[in-house]
């Protein structure tokens, strides 16, 4: 049967690939260290526990979908996911593998579990799975992917939004349905987007450090807590586009209560509330 050992929350802002992009001299540098040591740390942590496959709760940026037809969720099942050009070409990384049995299955599940899902036989992934990705999973010396994806993605985007609890529910649904998978895998479930930036607005550029931080705590450790906020309240807090942090919501709701980062960074800086946490489903605290 699949397990699930793991799971990661992290910020998917642009800025992260152009800073990666740069090289390793630029992301060592005084600048940026404080956020790119920690996803070191994750590579190393994910390295020592060695998942299987990754899954990916991100939403997309309206380069796979569109306000014409924009899903609330959407699930690949596919066996590779292609790199979108967000308007200045795709970053120069091959196409993701993907497992499309194991993206079946999960759909089979939510759907018995009445999450009525749009189902993805393909799908380009943008910078809500390809910003932090490369940190993480991408070999250098190889030029290649290490760990397959299934991508699960979330609309922030167009209104009327699932609310934070359903989007709770959706990993515990997600739960459900790698436990049921016959296979032995081990998975981790990653949620990235947020924390606070605002890009629109008399508000633009405003980072509110003590509600991310907050919020990471409660995440940890008070979860459900989490669920009775609304979309409002979430945008007055941490700026509009930081209802992206669903994605996190619904990755912990993936894992059991009890578990714990084991790597946890925060990172306030230019326009943006940068966020990091890597969770040891055994409930071993960092």
Not at 164 to 180: D, E
Not at 231 to 260: C, D, F, Y
């Amino acid at each position: 049967m699949a397990r699930i050992i793991g799971g990661i929350g992290a910020s998917h802002a642009p800025s992260m690939e152009h800073v990666y992009d740069a090289g390793a001299e630029v992301r060592e540098s005084d600048e940026w260290a404080p956020l790119f040591g920690p996803f070191q740390e994750v590579s190393e942590w994910l390295g020592a526990v060695k998942p299987d496959r990754l899954v990916v709760i991100y939403n997309d940026h309206m380069d796979a979908f569109f306000l014409d037809a924009y899903p609330t969720f959407a699930l690949g099942v596919a066996e590779s996911y292609p790199i979108a050009d967000e308007g200045f070409g795709a970053r120069p990384f091959p196409p993701i593998a993907g497992d499309a049995s194991l993206g079946w299955h999960i759909a089979r599940s939510l759907v018995a579990d009445e999450f009525d899902i749009t189902i993805c036989q393909e799908l380009e992934v943008d910078h809500g799975v390809i910003s932090p990705l490369p940190m993480v999973d991408f070999s250098e010396s190889d030029s290649d992917w290490k760990i397959p994806i299934v991508p699960l993605a979330v609309n922030v985007n167009l209104h009327p939004l699932p609310t934070p609890r359903r989007c709770y529910k959706l990993g515990q649904a997600l739960r459900r349905a790698i436990l049921s998978y016959p296979e032995d895998l081990k998975v981790v479930v990653a949620g990235t987007g947020g924390l606070s930036h605002q890009l629109t607005g008399t508000a633009f550029g405003a980072v509110r450090q003590e509600w991310d931080q907050e919020f990471m705590r409660l995440l940890a450790e008070e979860p459900e807590t989490l669920c009775d906020y609304t979309h409002e309240q979430l945008i007055k807090l941490g700026g509009t586009e930081s209802v992206e942090v669903v994605n996190w919501l619904a990755m912990r709701g993936a894992l059991p209560v009890a578990a714990r980062p084991v790597v946890e960074a925060y990172y306030a800086h230019r326009i943006m509330g940068y966020g990091l946490a890597a969770y040891d489903a055994a409930g071993s605290p960092a």
